[in-house]
Structure formats: C-alpha cells, structure tokens
C-alpha cells in the first residue's frame, strides 16, 4: 500500500498554518506593522516549536516586520492556544521566507534578456 501517510505534525502544521494566517493579519493591523502573509509552518517532532514563515510584501521593510512580529510572538501564541485544541502550543519562532522575493529577481532577469530572433541561429 504506497499510500502517503500523514504524520501528526503535519497536520498540526496545516492547522497552525490557517490559524496563524489570521492572527499574523491581525497583529500586524493592531502593531502597524508591514503587511505579512504566513507562507509555511513546521512543527518539531515534540510539538515544542513551530517554525513559521512569512513573507513580506514590500521586501524592503521585511526586517521591520519581523522585528515586530518576534516581539508579539507571545501574544500571537496566546492566541493562538484560544483557537486551537492542542494540549501544548508551540513556541512560535518567526523566520523571513525570501523565496518570492528571490522569485521576483530571477523573473525580473529573465525578462531583461534580449529576444533572440525566431529563426536565428543562438550564439
């Protein structure tokens, strides 16, 4: 049966994830922090921590954000144990996930390439 298995963790990591999406919104509204999405969440194996990743949307004040958001951590994880049915919340550590930004830059160079002509023969 090659059925994939979904471990506990994982689905405590979704679950998290819908949740903290809602509440990373919220304190960053009530903080007035740039704006921040959730775009992942992973939980250690004990449950004990949750790594959550956010990305900006101006990339320029991502280290605003996450400043602010490391500050609010026990707040949001206060929360975030209100909404959730879990014995113990994890500690909540905020990390930058840079791949869009990253993303954007290599879209960018891909888009400021010269046209190679149809037909031609490429150096």
Known sequence: MPTKSFHRTDRVAAQLRRELGTLVRAAVAEHGLPSVSVSDVEVTRDMAH???????????????????????????????ARAVKLRHVPELHFHYDDSVDRGERIDNLLRDLPDVGEGEPSP
């Not at 605003?64 to 929360?79: Q, S």
Request: proline fraction near 3%; charged fraction near 30%.
């Open 50 to 80: 949750a790594k959550v990743f956010v990305t900006a949307l101006q990339a320029e004040r991502a280290d605003e954000a996450m400043k602010g958001l490391r500050a609010a951590a026990p707040e949001i994880r206060y929360r975030l």
